[in-house]
């Protein structure tokens, strides 16, 4: 299986450098040139956008969408490159992963003093829309996970000192504070109303992590404001509805995943245990719902389509990072990796975006597919 694995890596790696870090993603169907036809009223936006998302087949091309750069793509490439350079010794991952994370530091969010990225695209959502650039919580603070892999890897401070400007960008967030803890926004503006768990939870953990390297209060106090906020609105049997609005009500594998990351995350580099059985209980429902007996992970806790490869990616490291607590964690991942290499990876080596009962959606994407599956994959390579 390892071989397997590390020959599925490269031939991911291969594309994705033959491409030069371009590809598709989910939402880019404002960049068409039918963009305009839309006359800036967001529900005929959110038609096209999801149009184009959702077509059996890669309308892209003839809609005058083209394969672009993505932020959080290159971060979780220069991620997968630093876990890579773990396990291999191999330099050239660390030399590539330091030219991914100064494209990223060249590139960051125009107009914002500290580091942030968002997308590369305007997008509309039924919570309204954002802007091209606008930078958003959940992507800067997973790209700052690269910038601290690379310090704990190199004890090259520059990298920290990107980490704590993320920091100091997501302590100036709205927030929406309540008598039991805070949340952080989605973006760096609008009011402070955010109800949605998993961006606050990874802005969260982000600043305990740089927390654990700096000893910055400030960073301790948000982040462990954020963490009740969410712990206290967990459901008794573990799960975490995507946000507490009514228009939020589903629960969901990745983001699941990403609060699991985030929470365990919190714990480890804080030392509170207060939230631990919320852990426990959150990683129980989440590997008892969300995985058939064949690897096969499902998207919602009580259904399976479409068979994302988001789920896929995250599946894959939420189950790595819990190993140490959960002794079927490691061997689910592996199921996971093994049943998408088999089902999921095209022979030219990319990753199909998602699975329909009637069709597959082949479209090579580069954040959404690649960049988060290359990491997936590396870190997995970490424990076998």
């Not at 090259?156 to 960008?169: G, N, Y």
């Not at 100036?172 to 805070?182: D, E, F, K």
């Not at 093994?338 to 090579?364: C, E, H, R, S």
Request: charged share 25%; with cysteine; hydrophobic share 35%.
């Amino acid at each position: 299986m390892k071989d397997k694995i590390e020959n599925s890596l490269d031939r991911l790696e291969k594309w994705v450098e033959e491409h030069n870090y371009k590809g598709y993603d989910p939402a880019d169907g404002l960049t068409s040139y039918l963009r305009p036809l839309t006359f800036g009223n967001l529900f005929f936006d959110r038609l096209l956008q999801q149009f184009i998302w959702r077509s059996p087949i890669n309308i892209r091309p003839i809609l005058g969408v083209k394969p672009k750069d993505s932020f959080i793509g290159r971060g979780y490439i220069a991620w997968g490159y630093l876990t890579r350079y773990i396990t291999t010794g191999d330099d050239k991952y660390k030399y590539r992963a330091e030219i991914c994370l100064d494209w990223l530091k060249a590139n960051k969010a125009p107009g914002y003093e500290n580091y942030s990225w968002g997308k590369m695209f305007d997008f509309a959502s039924r919570g309204g829309r954002q802007g091209k650039f606008e930078p958003i919580t959940i992507w800067t603070s997973l790209i700052g996970f690269a910038f601290l892999e690379a310090y704990e890897i190199t004890k090259d401070k520059k990298h920290l000192a990107v980490a704590e400007s993320i920091c100091t960008w997501i302590l100036n967030i709205p927030r929406n504070q309540t008598s039991s803890g805070l949340c952080l926004n989605y973006t760096a503006k609008g009011e402070g109303n955010c109800v949605i768990h998993n961006q606050s939870m990874v802005g969260a953990s982000m600043l305990a992590k740089t927390y654990k390297h700096t000893g910055n209060k400030n960073y301790l106090e948000v982040s462990s404001e954020a963490m009740k906020y969410s712990c206290t609105r967990q459901r008794p049997d573990g799960s975490w509805l995507y946000g507490e609005s009514p228009m939020y009500q589903w629960i969901d594998n990745f983001h699941t995943g990403y609060n699991l990351d985030a929470l365990k995350c919190y714990i480890e580099s804080t030392g509170d245990n207060t939230y631990k059985n919320n852990l426990k209980i959150g990683f129980d429902f989440y590997k008892n719902n969300y995985f058939e007996p064949n690897g096969r992970p499902k998207y919602y806790h009580n259904r399976a389509y479409p068979i994302d490869s988001q789920c896929i990616s995250q599946s894959i490291e939420t189950l790595v990072n819990f190993a140490e607590y959960d002794p079927d964690a490691l061997e689910l991942s592996i199921r996971v990796a093994d049943w998408a290499i088999d089902n999921m990876q095209d022979k030219a080596g990319y990753f199909y975006y998602a699975k329909y009962p009637l069709f597959t959606l082949k479209v090579p994407l580069i954040h959404w597919a690649q960049a988060t599956t290359y990491r997936a994959l590396a870190l997995l390579l970490t424990k076998i």
